[in-house]
């Protein structure tokens, strides 16, 4: 059937959805009241209409600027860099951080022909060097922004992005730091795999 396989494809396109898991959303789908898919639609067309970019940080969001960047008890001396919106909200739950963010919108992966040019970087530069972004949210002066958090994940991509990164906002006098990386809470040490032992060897601290 024409529609059953038109959704069957759409839904497969999400990330980690093959066509198997696709085809049994499409009859979950049909099998509930006609009002629930209605409103399913509805969510998705509101948010296809609706939701945008921020044009301060790239944070996906209803409003200009974002909320956060909107927000004047944020600390504007802290730039937070991470790959995807979504990561906004892992770091916000923690309650440590109340500084502000800038989103790549992914990470670089030659592989998959993602260089700089397809990041959100060419706004990171004048958020450093005090560009008016015509917001009215703030974004940084000149000398305001003391130090860049990069967030990016600790992948093979994400090492490398961090490291581009670094090489580009270091010549700008800002300092560039990374996420500390080491053994989980809860974590067993006969478990963990060297490379993040030898992380949390590198990054001790005084107790």
């Known amino acids: 059937m024409p529609l059953i396989d038109d959704l069957t494809a759409e839904l497969a396109r999400l990330p980690g959805i093959g066509r198997?898991?696709?085809l049994?959303?499409?009859?979950?789908?049909?099998?509930?009241?006609?009002?629930?898919?209605?409103?399913?639609?509805r969510?998705?067309?509101?948010?296809?209409?609706?939701?945008?970019p921020c044009t301060v940080c790239g944070n996906l969001t209803e409003q200009q600027p974002c909320a956060l960047c909107g927000n004047p008890r944020r600390d504007p001396t802290l730039?937070?860099?991470?790959?995807?919106?979504?990561?906004?909200?892992?770091?916000?739950?923690?309650?440590?951080?109340?500084?502000l963010y800038h989103v790549l919108g992914g990470r670089l992966s030659p592989l998959e022909g993602i260089g700089p040019d397809e990041l959100n970087l060419r706004s990171l530069l004048p958020r450093l060097g005090g560009a008016d972004a015509g917001t009215g949210a703030t974004a940084g002066a000149?000398?305001?922004?003391?130090?860049?958090?990069?967030?990016?994940?600790?992948?093979?991509?994400?090492?490398?992005?961090?490291?581009?990164?670094?090489?580009?906002?270091?010549?700008?006098?800002?300092?560039?730091?990374?996420?500390?990386r080491g053994l989980p809470v809860g974590g067993d040490l006969e478990y963990a795999d060297g490379v993040t032992i030898a992380e949390a060897l590198a990054g001790r601290r005084e107790l």
Request: hydrophobic share 40%.
């Open 142 to 180: 000149p000398g305001v922004i003391r130090e860049v958090i990069v967030a990016t994940n600790p992948s093979v991509e994400g090492e490398a992005t961090a490291v581009y990164l670094q090489q580009l906002v270091r010549p700008l006098g800002v300092r560039v730091t990374r996420l500390a």
């Open 79 to 99: 730039i937070c860099v991470v790959e995807e919106s979504s990561d906004i909200g892992a770091i916000e739950r923690t309650g440590e951080y109340r500084g």
């Open 43 to 52: 969510a998705l067309e509101s948010v296809a209409e609706r939701v945008r």
């Open 24 to 41: 049994r959303l499409t009859y979950h789908l049909l099998k509930r009241p006609a009002d629930e898919v209605r409103r399913l639609a």
């Open 20 to 22: 198997k898991t696709a």
